[in-house]
């Protein structure tokens, strides 16, 4: 790799491995992103998405394998190295994972007032500026997330998860649960977040449409590993059977052989 | 050999489960330790274990009271040691019912309500959320519900004491007959400072218990719905046997 390209790589994720009960849900994931890069991973249900997520920020603890960031390597860091590296990133949760207890404008402000103790006409100012950016109105600010609709709740996850102005970007399905529009609107503003701030953006979807809207590349996860990377507009391209399955949502295919061959076994099993 | 299996099993998972537990203590208490304390989390939690226990707490006490004056009148009566009702409700109730009764209905509302919340949390990735919003949740979550259960019951337990005693003056003067001066003065004559600070002292251990066993379950709540309701009903079972251990313990301890 040459030095140019070396230092447009912010995030490098090498060989990761992680099993639960014997089974391994990553089995050699390889991943890098560039400065700035807005990369969709998908894959199918259940094919280790969130869990690769949650090892590059650290939620989860990989068997072995490598995630640098800045070319710093993150696993086996101390406690406050860790601490330090997470200030870096914002992350939405595919349900929002809005804390129930405190109202919106808590929700958005949670790590300003950690870091900055800010008072609280001063916290709210900031919550409704952010907020209002992502096209919700002030009223919000008082209620509570049980009170707010799923696509609102999306918003104020963003809301949250941009507050702090990260550097690095993680999404987790923004748009699973939400209607077409809804979704379409949701994207939007992921997008404008991006281009305002900079950041480089992982996100993990199961909506072409979404993806198709908001990366620049898109790789996709399949069997623990990654079985292609590559721009957007080649997507239709690849060649690839399992690939060319998901992005055309087809019911039958390599992706799906096996699901298939269980549930004709059970079939079997029940008729005789 | 299945029976075996089955015994190792088990007596595996106690050891997990201990060793869990301990270190989890481990863990919390340094979080209650080292800054930054989450002073809004605390007094929130103060007001949710304490205050909102108190009506509980009062009418638990104030009925123990009462019918301990009947039942000691009805016992002392058969050998003429009717007088001495008045001490035996103020010892029994500061020493025993007062601690135990509060530290079991605490439980009950407040160690459900914590497992349930932090199980909730957990299972909706509230928890991860902390983590990614570089929040301890052990210090932010833990920390301070440990705090508000170490103060608050000794707190209730007190009142709830005073309520106690005065429920069994109510039934002592209205319904027994006895006079009120006299009644007052056989309250107070027996009753030692080590009695009430015997009370009090078990009281802040069954409250850090129940904020112990509330935080563990929640936090280390299954998933779902189910896990919820199962990390809920652990919560109060085991608080609920610990608490009735650990007032043996106790009461071993210093006993004479």
Known sequence: ?272 | MGVFQSLGRSGLRLCHMIGSIALFIVFSLRWCLIPPFYGRQIVRQLIDVGYYSLPVVGLTTLFSGMVLALQSYTGFARFSAEDTVATVVVLSVTRELGPVLAGLMVAGRVGASIAAEIGTMRVTDQIDALETLSTRPMQYLVGPRLIAGTICLPILVLIGNIIGVFGGYLVGIYRLGFNSSVYLSKTLEFLEFSDVMLGLLKAAIFGFIIALMGCYHGYYSGRGAEGVGKATTNAVVSASILILIANYSVTALFFG
Not at chain 1, 173 to 179: F, I, V, Y
Request: charged share 25%.
């Open chain 1, 1 to 272: 790799m040459t030095d140019e390209k070396k230092r447009n790589v912010k995030i490098k994720i090498s060989n990761l491995f992680k099993n639960f009960g014997g089974d391994y849900v990553l089995n050699g994931f390889s991943l890098s992103l560039k400065k700035s890069e807005s990369l969709c991973l998908i894959g199918t249900s259940g094919s280790g998405k969130s869990v690769a997520l949650k090892c590059l920020i650290g939620l989860l603890s990989p068997d072995s394998g490598s995630i640098t960031v800045d070319d710093q390597e993150t696993i086996g860091q101390s406690r406050p190295q860790h601490e330090a590296m997470l200030k870096r990133f914002g992350m939405t949760f595919q349900f929002g994972a809005l804390f129930d207890s405190l109202p919106v404008w808590e929700n958005v402000t949670f790590r300003l007032r950690q870091k900055e103790k800010l008072n609280k006409k001063e916290a709210k100012e900031i919550a409704g500026d952010i907020l209002s950016q992502l096209g919700l109105a002030h009223q919000v600010l008082e209620l509570f997330p049980a009170e707010l609709s799923g696509g609102m709740q999306k918003r104020v996850a963003i809301a949250r998860a941009i507050a702090d102005k990260p550097e690095i970007l993680l999404f987790d399905e923004p748009t699973s649960g939400l209607d077409p529009i809804t979704s379409g609107v949701i994207n939007d503003l992921i997008l404008n977040s991006v281009n305002r701030l900079g950041a480089t953006t992982l996100t993990i979807s199961h909506d072409m449409a979404s993806v198709r809207q908001i990366a620049d590349t898109v790789a996709m996860l399949h069997n623990g590993r990654i079985i292609w990377c590559g721009p957007i507009k080649d997507i239709n391209h690849t060649g690839i059977s399992e690939v060319d399955q998901f992005v055309n949502g087809k019911p039958y295919g390599p992706l799906t052989t096996n699901k298939r061959e269980t549930l004709q076994t059970k079939q079997t099993e029940i008729s005789v």
